[in-house]
């Protein structure tokens, strides 16, 4: 299984942006798809997920009510659309795989990583 994200860049603060993860080499309808961030000099955490129906999504409170997640399975490609962006939301963005059925947020659920994207928000 092969990840690659994409769609980041420089923003500024209240601005949006769309990133896109593409999987490969997988059968990616029956992944549940997450989206990590690692700020500088921080730990990788937990943004948001989804399972492979599309039919539930998860948000740290961090983001709730500001990004969204989705996925489009003919496209193999998962989505996280980033609005009312803040400086503090600014990190390397990676898009991973999880085979468990039940969400959760630990990193070690999560099997195979994509190199991620940097998303730099201006104040």
């Known amino acids: 299984v092969q990840l690659q994200a994409s769609g980041g860049g420089l923003v500024q603060a209240g601005g949006s942006l769309r990133l896109s993860c593409v999987v490969s080499?997988?059968?990616?309808?029956?992944?549940?798809m997450g989206w990590f961030r690692q700020a500088p000099g921080k730990e990788r955490e937990f943004v948001a997920a989804?399972?492979?129906?599309?039919?539930?999504?998860f948000y740290s409170d961090s983001v709730k009510g500001r990004f969204t997640i989705s996925r489009d399975n003919a496209k193999n490609t998962v989505y996280l659309r980033m609005d009312s962006l803040k400086p503090e939301d600014t990190a390397v963005y990676h898009c991973?795989?999880?085979?468990?059925?039940?969400?959760?947020?630990?990193?070690?659920?999560?099997?195979?990583w994509g190199p991620g994207t940097l998303v730099t928000v201006s104040s």
């Open positions: 080499r997988g059968f990616f309808s029956d992944y549940h």
């Open positions: 991973a795989v999880r085979d468990a059925a039940v969400h959760t947020t630990t990193l070690g659920a999560y099997l195979f």
């Open positions: 989804i399972n492979s129906d599309g039919g539930a999504t």
